[in-house]
């Protein structure tokens, strides 16, 4: 006789993922088939935020790195208790021959963006008074700074500008070793929240640009330093920065940890990469519904309303912003601060995503979720990451999928 495939398959299966790793170690990731009887374990991937100045070559390591393409100085009130505060820091090597004369000395820096509806005094120059060690800087270990400023930066401030700041007494009282060269600082004041400003500079990582085939510009901080020798020869030499570097009060430590979590922003725009195990799911499934969920820390969150939207990632390593997004999103949602609660979870509908993926049509790279107006302002919201120790506060996704019958057979 003959069973009929409803008979002998009803076949619905839901599937987990629990991501829970960091970059250093990998915890599992399991799912439970709803009529299975045994559970299976999956080995989890990775989650983290790219910043698209402090990460936008690479993405952020556990170390605390802001090695990148923008050093930013910002003083922003986020609102009536917050405030967001970033410093630039940049050291040039000295020059060898201390009994040179310097004749001028100026300092070159690139303004790739800024934004300055009140910025009183401009920006100021700082010298350091402690080492700068750009591998390890945070806001809470960053060097401290001379209190009286050697230069300033004035506004009007404008994204493409190139700015020319006179230092000539500075380099050459570091020339003469009269004063050690620790570097410098570029901040906005000494009274944060007195100002509303953000203005990024082009990095020693911003990459060369080539204008022809014979003509290059090179936008990384540069000291233009004209010099008479003993003979009385005069000379100019260009310094690329040596060492350049940003610490802000977002990430005052700057690990990847479980109370940092995942950031979607627009001021300074920030992107979420998360990345899930699909593999298992075969490609004979037929995937009815896939939801994204993130469990808001709306404590450490900045907004009042803000969308955020889900994309599939294109490349198949993570780049940090750099990477490739499709140009379609999904799961599109608006949070409003009023309408939510601290540790509420959030779902996003992946599924336009999630049914390529399993059929093997497109590649899994992992979900970007991002801010529906990068640039706007300067909202942010926060999710926990998968570092958090409460299982239930990390990123998962959840898949309900249908299994095809099995062929009839004859018994």
């Known amino acids: 006789m003959h069973r009929s495939s409803a008979e002998h398959w009803a076949g619905f299966l839901t599937l987990c993922i629990l991501l829970a790793l960091t970059g250093s170690c990998s915890r599992e990731a399991s799912f439970t088939p709803l009529e299975a009887l045994e559970t299976d374990t999956l080995a989890a991937r990775f989650d983290t935020t790219a910043f698209a100045s402090q990460w936008a070559n690479s993405g952020r390591s556990a170390t605390g790195m802001y090695l990148s393409k923008r050093l930013v100085i910002c003083d922003w009130p986020l609102d009536a208790d917050d405030i967001f505060l970033s410093r630039a820091y940049m050291r040039f090597e000295t020059l060898a021959d201390s009994t040179v004369t310097i004749d001028t000395a100026m300092l070159y820096l690139y303004v790739t963006r800024a934004e300055v509806p009140s910025l009183a005094g401009g920006?100021?120059?700082?010298?350091?008074?402690?080492?700068?060690?750009?591998?390890?800087?945070?806001?809470?270990?960053?060097?401290?700074?001379?209190?009286?400023?050697?230069?300033?930066?004035?506004?009007?401030?404008?994204?493409?500008?190139?700015?020319?700041?006179?230092?000539?007494?500075?380099?050459a009282a570091w020339t003469s070793r009269e004063k050690e060269n620790l570097g410098i600082a570029v901040l906005t004041g000494d009274d944060p929240g007195e100002n509303q400003a953000i203005v990024e500079l082009a990095s020693r990582e911003q990459p060369v640009h080539d204008l022809d085939d014979t003509t290059s510009i090179d936008f990384a901080p540069t000291l233009r330093i004209a010099y008479t020798d003993t003979a009385g020869t005069?000379?100019?030499?260009?310094?690329?920065v040596s060492e350049d570097v940003f610490a802000d009060t977002l990430f005052t430590d700057g690990a990847i940890s479980d109370d940092l979590g995942l950031v979607c922003g627009n001021g300074i725009p920030s992107r979420?990469?998360?990345?899930?195990?699909?593999?298992?799911?075969?490609?004979?499934?037929?995937?009815?519904?896939?939801?994204?969920?993130?469990?808001?820390?709306?404590?450490?969150?900045?907004?009042?309303?803000?969308?955020?939207?889900?994309?599939?990632?294109?490349?198949?390593?993570?780049?940090?912003?750099?990477?490739?997004?499709?140009?379609?999103?999904?799961g599109s949602r608006t949070l409003v601060r009023t309408e939510l609660a601290d540790r509420d979870t959030i779902t996003l509908d992946v599924t336009p995503l999630v049914i390529p993926i399993v059929a093997r049509e497109e590649p899994n790279y992992g979900f970007i979720v991002k801010s529906g107006s990068e640039g706007a302002d300067v909202d942010f919201v926060l999710f926990f990451s998968a570092e958090h120790p409460d299982s239930d506060l990390v990123p998962r996704i959840s898949i309900d999928y249908l299994m095809p019958p099995p062929e009839p057979y004859e018994e």
């Open 123 to 171: 920006l100021k120059i700082h010298t350091l008074s402690d080492t700068l060690d750009q591998d390890n800087i945070t806001w809470n270990s960053m060097p401290a700074v001379d209190p009286d400023p050697v230069a300033y930066i004035t506004s009007p401030l404008t994204g493409g500008d190139s700015v020319f700041v006179l230092v000539t007494d500075l380099v």
């Open 234 to 240: 005069h000379h100019n030499l260009n310094l690329i």
């Open 272 to 330: 979420t990469w998360i990345d899930f195990d699909i593999s298992p799911l075969p490609v004979e499934a037929t995937v009815s519904r896939a939801l994204l969920s993130l469990t808001l820390d709306l404590a450490r969150s900045s907004f009042d309303s803000m969308r955020v939207t889900c994309h599939a990632a294109l490349d198949p390593s993570w780049s940090g912003f750099d990477t490739t997004i499709g140009a379609t999103g999904a």
